[in-house]
């Protein structure tokens, strides 16, 4: 499903972000990208998003270079990726309910749909109670979980989650990553960047960045617990 093909961005002579990435992620794939602040995983999965655009080599999704999409191309690129920020940036000027189905009126879903939508993306991650509610009365966890069905409400093929658990405690965090593997349980290929190593997932590919460089592309531990899960 996603494809980086030899891939460097660079920001100045002196500042590389990413330094010749190859990598293959497949459909309905739960990955997770590791490595210290500063190693390249949000900017890896900004390239994805195409918010940021390679220096050089290339990032396919579905088969398509995103670096070659014109503006309409790129709307429908965004439209089936899932983002979920470390910052949540809800909209302090209306309840949950309206933040969640914003996107949906913004790519012309009738009012009663999206609605209809919103409140069953709040339901997915346990907050369908907290529909009326202000974003600023709720927890960190909860603001993060509504971030979360604001993602999901237009039925993304991939969701990209950066940082998604960072300043929460370990209850909010689990129940963060509870509701993305909700999501990868039905196929959705998920992409979750953290320097948090007690969020990874029994089974799940880790992937890991330093300095920009991929060190580890999860494949090997991930062939031996497939063989010893046979033997």
């Not at 949950?96 to 209809?116: F, M, S």
């Not at 009365?137 to 604001?150: D, F, P």
């Not at 963060?176 to 959705?188: E, N, P, Q, S, W």
């Amino acid at each position: 499903m996603i494809e980086f093909r030899h891939l460097t961005k660079r920001y100045s002579k002196e500042a590389t972000a990413l330094f010749d990435i190859n990598l293959s992620i497949a459909k309905g794939e739960l990955l997770f990208l590791a490595g210290p602040s500063g190693a390249g995983k949000s900017t890896l999965l900004k390239m994805i998003a195409a918010i940021e655009r390679p220096t050089s080599g290339s990032v396919e999704v579905n088969g398509q270079d995103i670096g070659r999409l014109n503006a309409t191309g790129l709307a429908y690129l965004r439209r089936n990726l899932g983002l979920i920020l470390q910052q949540q940036r809800l909209l302090t000027d209306r309840p949950v309910l309206a933040n969640v189905l914003l996107p949906l009126l913004v790519t012309g879903t009738p009012r009663d749909e999206a609605e209809k939508r919103a409140r069953a993306a709040l339901d997915k991650v346990g907050l369908l109670d907290k529909a009326q509610s202000d974003p600023l009365s709720l927890s960190g966890g909860e603001q993060q979980r509504v971030s979360i069905a604001r993602a999901i409400v237009n039925r993304p093929q991939i969701i990209l989650a950066d940082e998604p658990t960072a300043n929460l405690d370990r209850v909010s965090a689990a129940k963060v990553i509870d509701a993305i593997k909700a999501f990868h349980a039905v196929g959705v290929t998920c992409l979750i960047s953290t320097h948090d190593d007690q969020i990874y997932q029994p089974g799940a590919r880790v992937i890991r960045l330093e300095q920009g460089r991929l060190v580890d592309d999860g494949m090997a531990s991930r062939e031996v617990m497939a063989s010893e899960a046979t033997s």
